[in-house]
T-cell receptor, first 117, second 116 residues
Framework: AQSVAQPEDQVNVAEGNPLTVKCTYS??????LFWYVQYPNRGLQFLLK??????LVKGSYGFEAEFNKSQTSFHLKKPSALVSDSALYFC???????????????FGIGTKLQVIP | NAGVTQTPKFRVLKTGQSMTLLCAQD?????MYWYRQDPGMGLRLIHY???????AKGEVPDGYNVSRLKKQNFLLGLESAAPSQTSVYFC???????????????FGAGSRLTVL
């Protein structure tokens, strides 16, 4: 069964410093990888995805993520953190389509990012 | 363009009561989903639908039923609410597999349910 691990419950970073939120995954077949962000009392919003191609993916709000197949990781990064980046971040994975043409998306438990002014 | 709309946003139930959460999307998406979010457990899929008139079980379907009579609506029902169903419920939708955006989920704002 596919799974996602986000090993850090919370990441604290000073404003202006680079940030990394870690994600590793397990899936049979080719992985489709995603990052979503959740602000307080809101639904999840899509940030970026990796389907195929370049291992470095750029997304919304200056975020990027690097796909590493050998380490089965898809860490989220940003060169310079903003206080407004403080939120809950979810990594997600989807495997190959099943015989019915559908494969569900599995989410990690989320990592709280706190950017300190 | 409203995206995904969930109603109600908040609800308090007593054990044994029934209720229905409504999800509506205006993006003509084929797929729709119901997730629950609990502290320390992330999002767990309850039920999903790959098209009008079809539904399927997710990871935690017990105690819930769903219906998708119209493409734009996905209803989540609790027949006899239990305290363990206290949670925040999120509806999401995505295009069909033929679309370039097939993999990206659009979420509603959530429905907070408390069962006493």
């Amino acid at each position: 069964a596919q799974s996602v691990a986000q090993p850090e419950d919370q990441v604290n970073v000073a404003e202006g410093n680079p940030l990394t939120v870690k994600c590793t995954y397990s899936v049979s077949g080719n992985p489709y990888l995603f990052w979503y962000v959740q602000y307080p009392n809101r639904g999840l919003q899509f940030l970026l995805k990796y389907i195929t191609g370049d291992n470095l993916v750029k997304g919304s709000y200056g975020f990027e993520a690097e796909f590493n197949k050998s380490q089965t990781s898809f860490h989220l990064k940003k060169p310079s953190a903003l206080v407004s980046d403080s939120a809950l971040y979810f990594c997600a994975v989807r495997g190959d389509l099943n015989s019915g043409g559908y494969q569900k998306v599995t989410f990690g438990i989320g990592t709280k990012l706190q950017v300190i002014p | 363009n409203a995206g995904v709309t969930q109603t109600p946003k908040f609800r308090v139930l007593k054990t044994g009561q029934s209720m229905t959460l409504l999800c509506a999307q205006d993006m003509n998406h084929e797929y729709m989903y119901w997730y629950r979010q609990d502290p320390g457990m992330g999002l767990r899929l309850i039920h999903y639908s790959v098209g009008e008139g079809t539904t399927a079980k997710g990871e935690v379907p017990d105690g819930y039923n769903v219906s998708r009579l119209k493409k734009q609506n996905f209803l989540l029902g609790l027949e006899s609410a239990a305290p363990s169903q206290t949670s925040v419920y999120f509806c999401a939708s995505s295009p069909g597999t033929a679309s370039s955006g097939a993999n990206v989920l659009t979420f509603g704002a959530g429905s907070r349910l408390t069962v006493l």
